[in-house]
């Protein structure tokens, strides 16, 4: 904990509420488009333009013109492959700068609905090096993440590739799944940086709620359209991770055990499930 939220808050003013509940904060959608196109879209043009080079060789190939007939192919892909390795190496800081706008638009949020639950103003307290090591590691993660969307295009290139040579498949149709594997690579790379936003917000949430000394949370379930069940269930429930917290209640609503830290809001894959921070006063029965 860095301060405690609920005693500042009592400080600056007289409040007769026994909990508070903060709204859930999340980053703006059109930063994980910014990923997208920032990190992830560069990995597939290049895959894109290699694509027809890649066709050409399979179609010169196919055709006895080459000599060394798989290998020339064999070459243009991972020609394409080691390319895209070296490029993805120098995304490091397009990574940074996206990392640092999605935490700066997470801390205002939260500054902002303190402020206006509070007034507390935390404006000149919280910097992006409170949570520098989470940064660190989602840019680590997606530089990885890229790595192997690219590997995974490669793969499906080279399936595509040397099956059609052992069947004599037309140039034509090897190019038509070339095609397809890249715009694979490219679906899940936004479902991917979709994904990545709602956890890098999840956790900067999570980490501004408890520096702030708060250990109540309620679940916000998605409303996605497909569910996960245990979600949907939880949506409204109160958690804490502090042992001392779980069986209390709080405004008659009892706190639950959280579950595991890859198991709550915004973690586990495509969950756009997030949490509100309940800034408790007194538990019922407490004075
Ligand atoms: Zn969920």
Not at 55 to 60: G, I, K, N
Not at 82 to 104: D, G
Not at 251 to 256: E, L, Q, R, S, Y
């Amino acid at each position: 904990m860095k301060y405690d939220l609920a005693s500042e808050a009592r400080r600056q003013k007289n409040i007769r509420r026994s909990s508070i509940v903060l709204k859930d904060i999340s980053a703006p959608q059109m930063l994980a488009q910014d990923l997208f196109a920032s990190c992830y879209r560069p990995i597939i043009d290049l895959w894109t333009a290699a694509s027809k080079a890649i066709a050409d060789e399979y179609a010169r190939t196919l055709s006895g013109m080459t000599t060394d007939a798989p290998a020339d192919v064999q070459r243009e892909i991972e020609q394409a492959s080691s390319a895209a390795t070296r490029l993805a190496l120098t995304l490091t800081p397009s990574l940074r700068n996206w990392a640092v706008r999605v935490e700066r638009a997470v801390r205002n949020r939260w500054v902002r609905q303190v402020y206006s639950a509070t007034s507390v103003d935390l404006s000149t307290r919280l910097s992006v090096f409170d949570v520098e090591d989470t940064l660190q590691s989602y840019i680590a993660w997606n530089a990885d993440l890229i790595q192997n969307v690219s590997d995974e295009i490669k793969q499906r290139v080279s399936n595509s590739v040397f099956s059609g040579l052992n069947e004599r498949r037309p140039a034509r149709e090897v190019a038509k799944e070339i095609n397809e594997a890249v715009g694979l690579g490219r679906k899940r790379s936004l479902r991917v940086a979709s994904d990545q936003l709602s956890k890098i917000s999840a956790t900067l949430a999570d980490q501004r709620r408890i520096e702030a000394g708060i250990t109540v949370w309620s679940w916000v379930h998605s409303g996605k359209r497909h569910p996960r069940v245990n979600h949907q269930a939880r949506d409204g429930l109160l958690y804490s991770d502090v042992p001392a917290n779980v069986g209390k209640s709080v405004d008659g609503k009892v706190v639950n055990a959280a579950p595991e830290r890859g198991d709550r809001p915004g973690q586990p894959p495509y969950c756009g499930c997030r949490a509100r921070s309940v800034l408790v006063f007194e538990f019922d029965g407490e004075e």
